[in-house]
């Protein structure tokens, strides 16, 4: 082939990118732009005050078309599918209790997106910033409001495989003292002391005594429920094979994710039910992979997110393993129930 003929060749392969490269754009922008839409049939959103105080409230972000998707929205807890009321921000992922909020948002760049985690107040205002060094994925508030807790991808995009890494860090929200990983805590793992270079930490959930938590710890391509004490820097190994925990309200189960064997890769987990006194496991009535750290709505039913036509969608199950699973809101994610 002649160096004429070479040079066609590459200019038209480069054409060829160019277009692809720029239809992809136009369709992506297309697309963003008709979710600032309302889409007909889909859940009624009205702009409203939206508080984190009071009792009764099941607040979530939005995912249904239009221009409050993404925003904080409010409905009556024992009508989750009724008509919302949306007030900012914007966030990815949600948390609240006992009137305070967090809000992991992404802040986007002309090259890229950064990251931050807000405490919100009850009215929603901002009290302070902290950033964030990766995609955001977990978010809670301690039942008294005076911790919340974030953790964020920052190698890797998905907890179905092992190549990830995260950052979980914590903050008191009186003092805005930030603990920014938990990686700087000691570790007791079967009653001795450890280290590792892989450890990874996510999915905090507080106990109401401002000093216990538990999470997930990682090492070695095994996860384990951690008990946390955040006066003593300690995280103590619980349980193993446990992922995403959520302390029920009296602080005597925990909720959680745990891989099945024979299940696929990309989706490998069913949720369970942790007894702390007995270490007794109960498989719930939800037969879908779940890969989100469920919320106790009462002492007897668990919320969690599934995957929908609008991104996710709400769903509820029997903590006891017993009836079954259903969706209660479309286009929801990250529930927080108030009081």
Request: hydrophobic fraction near 40%.
């Amino acid at each position: 082939m002649s160096v004429r003929n070479r040079v066609l060749v590459l200019v038209s392969a480069l054409a060829v990118l160019a277009a692809v490269g720029l239809a992809a754009v136009l369709h992506a922008s297309a697309r963003a732009e008709r979710r600032d839409h309302t889409r007909a049939g889909g859940p009624r959103v009205t702009s409203g005050a939206v508080s984190l105080r009071g009792s009764g409230r099941l607040v979530f972000r939005n995912l249904a078309w239009g221009p409050h998707r993404d925003e904080l929205t409010s409905v009556p807890a024992h009508d989750p599918d009724g008509p919302r009321t949306a007030a900012g921000p914007k966030c990815l992922r949600f948390y609240a209790a006992a009137g305070t909020g967090v809000c992991l948002q992404a802040v986007h760049g002309p090259v890229s997106d950064t990251y931050r985690a807000l405490v919100l107040d009850a009215s929603l205002h901002i009290r302070d910033r902290y950033d964030v060094p990766g995609i955001p994925s977990r978010a809670r508030v301690s039942p008294t409001g005076h911790f919340a807790a974030w953790t964020a991808f920052v190698g890797g995009d998905s907890y179905a495989g092992t190549d990830f890494s995260t950052r979980t860090a914590v903050v008191d929200t009186r003092s805005g003292t930030l603990i920014p990983s938990l990686e700087a805590f000691r570790i007791v793992k079967d009653g001795r002391a450890y280290r590792a270079a892989d450890v990874n930490f996510w999915g905090v959930t507080f106990a109401d005594d401002d000093r216990t938590f538990y999470a997930t710890l990682a090492t070695k391509g095994r996860t384990y429920l951690v008990r946390g004490d955040l006066r003593a820097r300690t995280v103590t190994t619980l349980h193993a094979n446990v992922e995403c925990p959520s302390l029920s309200p009296d602080g005597t189960r925990v909720a959680y994710k745990k891989r099945v064997a024979g299940l696929p890769k990309d989706a490998p987990w069913r949720l369970y039910v942790l007894d702390l006194r007995t270490m007794r496991e109960t498989a719930l009535a939800e037969p879908r992979s779940v890969d989100d750290q469920a919320v106790w709505r009462d002492a007897r039913t668990l919320v969690y997110a599934l995957p929908g036509d609008y991104g996710a969608d709400l769903y509820q199950v029997p903590a006891d393993g017993s009836g079954r699973a259903r969706k209660i809101s479309p286009a929801a994610v990250s529930p927080a129930y108030l009081g």
